[in-house]
T-cell receptor
Framework: EPEVTQTPSHQVTQMGQEVILRCVPI?????FYWYRQILGQKVEFLVS????????KSEIFDDQFSVERPDGSNFTLKIRSTKLEDSAMYFC?????????????FGEGSRLTVL | GQQVMQIPQYQHVQEGEDFTTYCNSS?????IQWYKQRPGGHPVFLIQ?????EVKKQKRLTFQFGEAKKNSSLHITATQTTDVGTYFC??????????FGTGTRLKVLA
């Protein structure tokens, strides 16, 4: 069964350092997402990406965040200068289908710990 | 911005009892999806509802989309220990963005 894969599963970093989280979405999917979940809390939307550009982003997704799809398979989230409050589980998701329908397939997540 | 709230936040039930979680959006939704997240896991899709007043069933789970397309519910009949986890609704706000609800954490006591 196709799946979304994420690396690393856990990253520990010092405050102020840059972090790149990587995702390989399901191959024929067209819509890509990053969500984050602070421990025990809700799943928060960060950004959606379609047709090689950001389609929507949340207030959380400020200038410190960027996304890229550098080749045909990887989808990355970069945090330029991490803060303590960036500590969370980051989930990548992808979706096939038309613009307003279709299930999200989530990866197993990358846990980011900022010290 | 759009908000999606769920109640209750937590629910503990005895195995065999029923469970319901309610989802309310501040805006009208194009569709609504439900996800289950096991402890330590990632969200897994359960179902999508599109039509006003739609009701769908999956074995012991019944999903409903409100007439005004602003609320939804998930009802589990005769809970089992395998039902443990957090249930999230997710509403489509805008063309691409699924906003997740606050979640209901279900604990089933054997």
């Amino acid at each position: 069964e196709p799946e979304v894969t994420q690396t690393p599963s856990h990253q520990v970093t010092q405050m102020g350092q840059e972090v790149i989280l990587r995702c390989v979405p399901i191959s024929n999917h067209l819509y890509f997402y990053w969500y984050r979940q602070i421990l025990g809390q809700k799943v928060e939307f960060l950004v959606s990406f379609y047709n090689n550009e950001i389609s929507e982003k949340s207030e959380i997704f400020d200038d410190q965040f960027s996304v890229e799809r550098p080749d045909g398979s990887n989808f990355t989230l970069k945090i330029r200068s991490t803060k303590l409050e960036d500590s969370a589980m980051y989930f990548c998701a992808s979706r096939a289908g038309t613009a307003n329908t279709g299930e999200l397939f989530f990866g197993e997540g990358s846990r980011l710990t900022v010290l | 911005g759009q908000q999606v709230m769920q109640i209750p936040q937590y629910q503990h039930v005895q195995e065999g009892e029923d469970f319901t979680t309610y989802c309310n959006s501040s805006t009208t939704l194009s569709n609504i999806q439900w996800y289950k997240q096991r402890p330590g896991g990632h969200p897994v899709f359960l179902i999508q509802l599109v039509k006003s007043g739609e009701v769908k069933k999956q074995k012991r789970l019944t999903f409903q989309f409100g007439e005004a397309k602003k609320n939804s519910s998930l009802h589990i009949t005769a809970t089992q220990t395998t039902d443990v986890g957090t249930y999230f609704c997710a509403g489509l706000g805008g063309t691409y963005k699924y906003i997740f609800g606050t979640g209901t954490r279900l604990k089933v006591l054997a």
